[in-house]
């Protein structure tokens, strides 16, 4: 079992959806999924092809995470402060990488830096991290809650040679809805909006997302939002699981 069979996954950017593993980018925003690790980054930033610091960035999330944790993420054993160390040094890793970038390009361009939001889910729990201005919500007991604190405009990826990051812990039960995008779209479509859309639609992300898409094109948007939304599931599998293990007491 992966925690793909725990949680369902929607990615949507450039007007395109998608679910299972992968990167996608548009000119200033990088998607990146992985279900089965239950990993979800999304970065904000110069991003004109493959090699451009938002995309390396998400690139070198997945990569880290994939590497530290795929043999471990459905181990009980495995502890919260265990994933975000791996959050952590990957942050760190991505930093070095970005301001080692800008040192070779000094003077010849400017750097803004990357702003880089990630959610590791676990399995009773999830682990999140938000450098910069995105945006991460969590829906749970029909409250809509911001996760990780407002940073600073230099709060972002490449800029400093030493980077503070705060990482987040809660709990991530069935039902519950994590949600990352940008900060625009929740100030232009309001809390209460996408409290009450992921309440209404709880059950069916894609509907969920229906609705949110065409608020932001009746807000001017030029297109669909970039976004990643994500609900813990119940399946037959944990239920079998629970019922076995009250028959073996």
Same mark, same amino acid.
């Given at each position: 079992?992966?925690?793909?069979?725990?949680?369902?996954?929607?990615?949507?950017?450039?007007?395109?959806?998608?679910?299972? /593993?992968?990167?996608?980018?548009? *000119?200033?925003?990088?998607?990146?999924?992985?279900?089965? !690790?239950?990993?979800?980054?999304?970065?904000?930033?110069?991003?004109?092809?493959?090699?451009?610091?938002?995309?390396?960035?998400?690139?070198?999330?997945?990569?880290?995470?994939? !590497?530290?944790?795929?043999?471990?993420?459905?181990?009980?054993?495995? *502890?919260?402060?265990?994933?975000? %160390?791996?959050?952590?040094? $990957?942050?760190?890793?991505?930093?070095?990488?970005?301001?080692?970038?800008? #040192?070779?390009?000094?003077?010849? #361009?400017?750097? =803004?830096?990357?702003?880089?939001?990630?959610?590791?889910?676990?399995?009773?729990?999830?682990?999140?991290?938000?450098?910069?201005?995105?945006?991460?919500? @969590?829906? $749970?007991?029909?409250?809509?809650?911001?996760?990780? /604190?407002?940073?600073?405009?230099?709060?972002?990826?490449?800029?400093?040679?030493?980077?503070?990051? +705060?990482?987040?812990?809660?709990?991530? *039960? #069935?039902?519950?809805?994590?949600?990352?995008?940008?900060?625009?779209?929740?100030?232009?479509?309001?809390?209460?909006?996408?409290?009450?859309?992921?309440?209404?639609?709880?059950?069916?992300?894609?509907?969920?997302? @229906?609705? &949110?898409? +065409?608020?932001?094109? %009746?807000? =001017?948007? #030029?297109?669909?939002?970039?976004?990643?939304?994500? @609900? %813990? &599931?119940? +399946?037959?599998?944990?239920? %079998?699981?629970?019922?076995?293990?009250?028959?073996?007491?």
């Amino acid at each position: 079992m992966n925690l793909k069979d725990s949680i369902s996954i929607v990615a949507q950017i450039n007007n395109v959806q998608f679910t299972e /593993k992968d990167i996608q980018f548009s *000119s200033g925003e990088v998607v990146g999924i992985n279900p089965e !690790l239950g990993l979800m980054v999304l970065a904000q930033g110069e991003c004109q092809a493959e090699d451009a610091a938002a995309y390396k960035s998400v690139e070198i999330m997945l990569d880290d995470m994939e !590497l530290n944790l795929k043999s471990t993420i459905n181990d009980s054993s495995l *502890s919260s402060s265990m994933v975000d %160390r791996c959050i952590s040094e $990957s942050l760190d890793n991505i930093n070095e990488y970005l301001y080692f970038q800008a #040192e070779r390009k000094a003077g010849l #361009e400017k750097v =803004d830096g990357v702003d880089l939001a990630v959610v590791q889910i676990q399995q009773n729990n999830m682990s999140c991290c938000n450098v910069g201005s995105l945006s991460c919500l @969590r829906f $749970s007991g029909d409250e809509l809650l911001v996760l990780g /604190k407002d940073s600073a405009i230099d709060d972002k990826l490449g800029i400093k040679t030493a980077l503070q990051s +705060t990482i987040v812990e809660n709990d991530f *039960s #069935e039902g519950d809805i994590l949600l990352l995008t940008s900060p625009d779209l929740v100030s232009q479509l309001g809390h209460d909006f996408i409290r009450v859309t992921l309440s209404r639609f709880n059950d069916n992300l894609e509907m969920a997302l @229906r609705q &949110i898409n +065409t608020r932001a094109l %009746r807000h =001017d948007f #030029e297109q669909k939002p970039v976004i990643i939304i994500c @609900r %813990r &599931i119940h +399946t037959m599998k944990q239920s %079998r699981n629970w019922f076995n293990k009250m028959l073996n007491h």
